[in-house]
């Protein structure tokens, strides 16, 4: 029988181990700093395919040297990465997968179903991590599984990274990277719902501190409200909003959620009796991936310098903007780079259809294996956009198994076989 053939029906005749095997995954709450047994799970799973297995803790002073560095309060004491790397004969290219192992943390009494039960309903598989991303965990791993058991002889190495630290700040695949992980090409299987997505957004926190005057309540008429001074800035914030959603790039037909730019704090005055002297926004924008982050810090800085000159108060007492906290780069590698249409063609090999190729919202890890990592890497996972860090968190059994699918024949077809 043809082996792409073989391939597709051991999936199919494999689908309860493969939901399965997501379910314990899930079972697993491995929040952000408690990713070990997770991890364990995971090394013993890649044993017992075959597969040289590397356990490590990220290296925190390493990190530290590196450009991509965002600075976090947690260490890397018992919270390894997790490589697996499956030797090809020779001759082939190589293919790397990229998965967090870490996930948000989950309210049980919020939800309708057990964040760490793994329940499955109406075709739908609940739990914390179900669409971000433990799907697209299962996902590399059973296509990589089922190649494996069906006997196949790859050319080209695949190598799975399960990585720690995703949410805060992608120092997991930073010290992939740091360990010399890399390949001819990557897919992350984040959650994008089935679309093959060469791009991610960027992201990056701001922080504005504006200064008003404090006075004793008998000279009232002497204090400037920091208050109000405030509301001048974060209006400015809002008109800035306008003003990126005039932004365009072609994978992005509708970039207003991308480029969001939005205040989540503010912060002023410490008692209801005295007029407050200061005030602190702080908030968040989005970056388009043909956008160089460095530029819309500077054009933001301006716009809101521009704004506050036209106060009395504010054009002698500038509003100081910081860019301070998480920072993530927007990626992306060219839409008809050969990695995309691999995944495209797979995709049309395995569903018969074509997929939406498109830009991702939000940031991803993606950003290190393209800038760092000499590896162009796509983002194709089964999980739901609008279903990451949401309450009562699924992913769709078929979705899983369509990418499954996919993913197994797009190492086929990358990595050649003998
Ligand atoms: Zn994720």
Not at 43 to 72: F, I, Q, T
Not at 151 to 177: A, M, N, P, Q, S
């Amino acid at each position: 029988m043809e082996v792409k053939k073989k391939i597709l029906q051991h999936i199919d005749q494999h689908k309860n181990e493969i939901v399965e095997f997501l379910r314990s995954l899930i079972r697993i709450p491995s929040v952000t700093g408690s990713e070990k047994e997770i991890s364990n799970f995971i090394a013993k799973k890649l044993d017992s395919l075959g597969l040289e297995v590397d356990v490590w803790e990220p290296n925190l002073n390493e990190l530290k040297k590196h450009p991509g560095y965002v600075s976090v309060e947690m260490d890397y004491k018992d919270r390894p990465n997790v490589v697996g790397v499956w030797k090809g004969a020779g001759g082939g290219k190589s293919l790397l997968f990229n998965g967090h192992l870490d996930v948000i943390n989950a309210d049980p009494s919020v939800w309708k179903h057990n964040p760490w039960g793994g329940e499955i309903e109406n075709g739908q598989l609940y739990g914390r991590g179900a669409s971000d991303m433990k799907s697209g965990l299962a996902a590399m791993t059973m296509a990589l599984a089922c190649i494996i058991e069906v006997g196949i002889r790859l050319k080209g190495d695949v190598i799975l990274e399960y990585v720690v630290d995703e949410e805060f700040t992608g120092h997991g695949t930073l010290d992939c990277i740091l360990r010399n992980y890399k390949a001819d090409a990557g897919v992350s299987c984040e959650a994008s719902d089935l679309e093959v997505q060469p791009a991610a957004t960027g992201s990056m926190w701001f922080e504005i501190k504006v200064d008003g005057k404090s006075a004793s309540m008998s000279r009232i008429w002497e204090a400037v409200s920091a208050i109000e001074k405030g509301h001048v800035v974060h209006k400015a914030i809002q008109d800035y909003q306008t003003v990126r959603f005039e932004k365009r790039h072609p994978l992005y037909p509708d970039p207003k959620g991308a480029l969001a730019c939005f205040a989540g704090i503010f912060q002023a005055g410490s008692y209801p009796s005295s007029p407050p002297d200061t005030c602190t926004i702080k908030g968040r924008m989005g970056v388009l991936p043909n956008e160089d982050p460095a530029d819309v810090k500077r054009e933001f800085i301006e716009y809101i310098e521009n704004a506050a000159k036209k106060d009395p108060w504010l054009r002698e007492h500038l509003p100081r903007v910081e860019f301070t906290g998480y920072y993530a780069e927007p990626a992306e590698i060219p839409a008809d780079h050969p990695i995309c249409t691999t995944v495209i063609s797979s995709f049309e090999e395995a569903t018969m259809k074509k997929p939406v190729v498109r830009g991702h919202e939000g940031a991803a890890d993606t950003r290190f294996l393209i800038k760092y990592g000499a590896t162009p890497t796509v983002i194709f996972g089964p999980g739901t956009i609008t279903q990451m860090h949401a309450t009562d968190e699924w992913v769709r059994i078929e979705d899983l198994i369509t990418s499954v699918k996919v993913l197994a024949l797009t190492i086929l077809n990358w990595c050649g076989w003998e």
